[in-house]
């Protein structure tokens, strides 16, 4: 029996209001990106939801990843056919929140709905990604991950390393991927999934480097990149020296789909990731795994700042009547509970996102017993966020994304430097935001 059912046996008992009257309940279609174990998870969740009440009902649908659903849910809005409720990961915030007529805040949402909803319960790094600039949040916080460092505490062993001491610093990182691959305990170092967002937008924020202009999006359409700097091209090409020694390996663009099984495979011995991947992970790996903070240049002043937040957050789409935008937010009231909110972090990986569910977790004993499980929210809050590292909000970042990682790559095949492919990345993304600009003004 699962974590969440169990909850639902104690939970959903106690919280229950039932109604007598007969009628069917009020039903509503939630789109989401999580397939495997955490679409799982999700099932369930939702299912406890249903089981708690019997005024609502909400049925959850995996449209594929991020991009294919929200593409998806663009194309069904057109045709009339849009869900309730949409999953947009973290990088379409900017595309959401120019979408006029399309989306629901969910502020109003709940406020129309006399549903309780503090912005001030959210962890601050959570609530300043998803608000308007009048500090309205927009959108309901969901699942948001970080990226941090996994590693093979056993391989770190054969080594000569300390499993216990993680590299903190890039410089470390490249001193211990030598030591491991010299001694011929793993064949390579370390790889990344995600590259842009690991290597270039966590990277940038770490070193309280900016994206662009105008708080990194946050300030207006009007921003521009102007990441294409010394530190990112030095960064890059470091890549490139270290892969050149194996003491890096590319795991591929985009996502970098072959990073995970270079990891369980123990072909590289650390590897950097979301914290939402803690789950599979641990399923996957035959081996101890380790856990540590994002690396960063320690001769750059102020470095390490934060990281920034992942993951995705539940949108309200407009198209639909008042008795079912009651059940959305009845629905997102309920995974407002600090008891939702900690089993899910607890089972998944994802941040608690609000400040009771993290206070609950530590209470019930689960970060003593799962040594590495606050990492994620020790690199998010090491200082206040700046303009700098409070996250990015760019029209068209979806296939902006895609173009980093195609420019990293020409990096790592050798037939650009670091400062070609920031040049060239910059350039492609300006013109893609000049596109978004002249669309939404």
């Not at 369930?44 to 959850?60: G, I, K, L």
């Not at 990073?259 to 803690?278: H, K, N, V």
């Not at 035959?286 to 937040?309: C, H, T």
Request: charged letters at 20%; glycine letters at 8%.
């Amino acid at each position: 029996m699962s974590r969440f059912t169990l909850h639902a046996l104690t939970l959903g008992v106690a919280t229950a209001t039932f109604s007598l009257s007969a009628h069917s309940a009020t039903e509503v279609t939630w789109w989401h990106a999580m397939g495997g174990q955490l679409g799982e998870i999700l099932e369930e969740m939702t299912e406890e939801f249903n089981a708690s009440q019997d005024d609502y009902r909400v049925t959850p649908s995996y449209r594929g990843n991020y991009t294919e659903t929200m593409t998806g849910a663009i194309a069904a809005f057109r045709a009339g056919e849009q869900p309730h409720i949409l999953q947009v990961f973290e990088v379409g915030t900017g595309t959401m929140m120019n979408a006029d007529g399309a989306i629901y805040p969910v502020y109003q949402l709940m406020e129309d709905h006399g549903r309780a909803f503090d912005r001030d319960a959210f962890l601050p790094a959570v609530v300043g990604y998803y608000t308007d600039t009048n500090g309205n949040m927009l959108s309901f916080p969901f699942n948001s991950s970080t990226p941090i460092m996994y590693y093979n505490r056993d391989v770190f062993e054969e080594a000569g390393l300390d499993p216990e001491q993680p590299p903190q610093t890039w410089d470390e990182v490249a001193e211990y991927a030598t030591q491991i691959t010299e001694s011929g305990a793993a064949n390579c170092g370390f790889t990344t999934s995600w590259p842009s967002w690991v290597m270039l937008e966590n990277f940038s924020a770490m070193h309280n480097s900016p994206l662009g202009t105008l708080e990194n999006g946050f300030g207006g359409i009007e921003t521009e990149f102007n990441f294409n700097n010394e530190l990112v091209a030095r960064h890059w090409d470091n890549l490139k020296t270290w892969q050149d020694a194996d003491a890096f390996k590319w795991g591929g663009p985009g996502s970098g789909p072959d990073s995970e099984p270079l990891f369980y495979s123990q072909e590289c011995a650390i590897f950097f990731g979301s914290s939402a991947s803690r789950a599979d992970v641990a399923a996957n790996s035959d081996f101890e795994v380790g856990f540590g903070m994002q690396p960063y240049y320690d001769d750059v002043d102020g470095a390490p700042q934060n990281s920034i937040i992942g993951g995705a957050t539940l949108w309200a789409l407009q198209g639909h009547t008042d008795d079912e935008y009651e059940a959305v937010a009845a629905f997102f009231e309920y995974l407002s509970q600090p008891e939702v909110q900690a089993e899910w972090h607890q089972q998944t990986g994802y941040l608690p996102i609000t400040q009771a569910a993290w206070d609950l977790s530590k209470e019930q004993g689960y970060y003593d017993e799962n040594p590495g499980a606050d990492i994620s929210l020790k690199q998010m809050t090491l200082n206040e966020p700046t303009e700098n590292s409070k996250g990015l909000r760019f029209g068209n970042f979806v296939q902006i994304r895609d173009i980093i990682s195609e420019e990293m790559e020409a990096v790592m095949t050798g037939a650009k430097t670091g400062q070609e492919a920031a040049d060239s990345a910059v350039e492609r993304g300006n013109r893609l935001l000049r596109d978004f600009q002249s669309a939404n003004q």
